[in-house]
């Protein structure tokens, strides 16, 4: 989202002047299903819709081992298309919109690929911290707006989370006091270093955004600790000595 919204800002295309259909002339009932998926807004280049269709579909088919590997890329071929083509033939996108959008999805996929298979991290550490990048970028080319700033500390919220998550398994696997420093300076301090911008946002720039980060970053621990059975121990020999014993 951040990457393909900064595009969108960046270039400043317009979409196609005619709708498909005037919404008056649907009947009553089928005019808001109309519009909210045959209208839009704001910049058209690049297609949000094959930007995001082909991340999924590509990148389910490049994971998945359901059938043979032509049927899943063939699939997702079909869909990537499919979609794209309703953009176009519903008069929210130009052709080269798609296009591009499709060139963008595939070529995000290749970069956190390769980002992937080097290991210098865990892979959601990655992942988070390039949506931290693009979401940043979108920051700045949209002159700090509202969506953009959410987009941004959801960003930091999950990346500061996912550390903490990392922060307790990599300390309880740590057979000594000393091993487990180093996780603790490394980790911790990624989640610090995300909670100060959004602790910042919180009090004085934008608190809705910096409740968002607070909220994600949550959302990303509770269910880890909610099934995590140190979490569990600590907790019954806390709760109940005796019983623990």
């Known amino acids: 989202m951040g990457l393909y919204n900064g595009l969108k800002v960046l270039f400043g295309l317009p979409r196609p002047e005619m709708p498909l259909l005037d919404p008056m002339l649907l009947p009553r009932l089928v005019q808001p299903v109309y519009e909210a998926t045959a209208t839009a807004g704001g910049y058209g280049f690049p297609s949000g819709h094959a930007v995001n269709t082909t991340i ?66 865990d892979r959601p550490t990655i ?39 990392m922060l307790g398994r990599d300390a309880v696997a740590a057979p000594s006091l000393s091993r487990a420093l180093r996780p603790i300076l490394l980790r911790g301090g990624g989640a610090l270093i995300a909670s100060i911008p959004l602790g910042v946002a919180l009090v004085s720039l934008s608190t809705a955004a910096g409740i968002v980060g607070f909220v994600t970053g949550a959302i990303v621990v509770l269910p880890v600790v909610r099934h995590s059975e140190h979490v569990r121990n600590l907790y019954t020999r806390t709760r109940h000595p005796r019983r623990s014993e």
């Open 127 to 165: 992942t988070f911290a390039l949506g931290i990048g693009f979401s940043a970028f979108f920051l700045v080319t949209s002159d700090w707006t509202a969506n953009a700033t959410f987009l941004c500390a959801g960003s930091v919220g999950a990346f500061g989370g996912w550390q903490l998550v």
């Open 56 to 121: 999924v579909y590509v990148g389910l088919a490049s994971v998945l081992s359901i059938g043979t590997k032509r049927l899943r890329f063939g699939l997702a071929a079909a869909l990537v298309s499919l979609v794209s083509f309703t953009r176009v033939a519903l008069g929210v996108h130009y052709v080269a919109d798609v296009v591009a959008g499709v060139g963008i999805g595939l070529a995000l996929l290749l970069v956190a690929r390769a980002l992937l298979i080097r290991e210098f991290a």
